[in-house]
């Protein structure tokens, strides 16, 4: 509330029309760099790849990352199996085309924070989950660790990617 105060005191300050100007340019600059930040964007990548899962499969999904050197889609639940396909023929498609893995996980229902990290990371095994307000701690062991984290923590920094994209929390192993 003391930021308002202050640009609202700040603007009753400005006498000067193009000074004035010149402030809204530059607050709308700020405003508009911040909002990118904080919004989960596509890049030309992602929409290359949701639009060939839309093409294979028949199912339209705003949800694709990459987690592990594998595209994981999220699909509503009760659509998996479809996205799927008879023998996983979808899979196997989508992934001659992009020549990576591929995965199809369910959307998380409710907030649903342990099954959702327990469908992208297995089979790697974790002990617990923690949710706090603004933070997912998850405790494993020695060997689990090592597979979450990743050569050069590369794996854990995209689980917090993904999970700040979904939940907008942070994401800690230990």
Do not use: H, W
Request: include cysteine.
């Amino acid at each position: 509330m003391s930021d308002l105060l202050l640009i609202a005191a700040f603007l009753a300050s400005i006498r000067d029309m193009g000074a004035y100007k010149t402030f809204i340019k530059q607050l709308n600059l700020a405003l508009l760099y911040y909002l990118i930040k904080m919004v989960n964007t596509l890049d030309m990548q992602d929409l290359r790849q949701l639009n060939l899962f839309q093409k294979v499969t028949g199912i339209r999904t705003r949800f694709c990352f990459e987690y592990n050197n594998m595209v994981l889609y999220c699909v509503p639940k009760p659509l998996v199996a479809k996205a799927v396909g008879k023998e996983a023929s979808n899979l196997k498609r989508i992934g001659q085309v992009l020549k990576k893995r591929i995965k199809i996980i369910p959307i998380p229902e409710d907030g649903d924070v342990k099954a959702f990290i327990q469908a992208i990371v297995s089979p790697v095994e974790f002990k617990e989950l923690e949710v706090k307000e603004d933070e997912v701690i998850l405790a494993a062991g020695p060997q689990s660790k090592a597979a979450l984290l990743g050569r050069n923590k590369r794996r854990l920094l995209e689980m917090q990617e993904i999970i700040k994209g979904f939940f907008g929390k942070g994401f800690r192993i230990i």
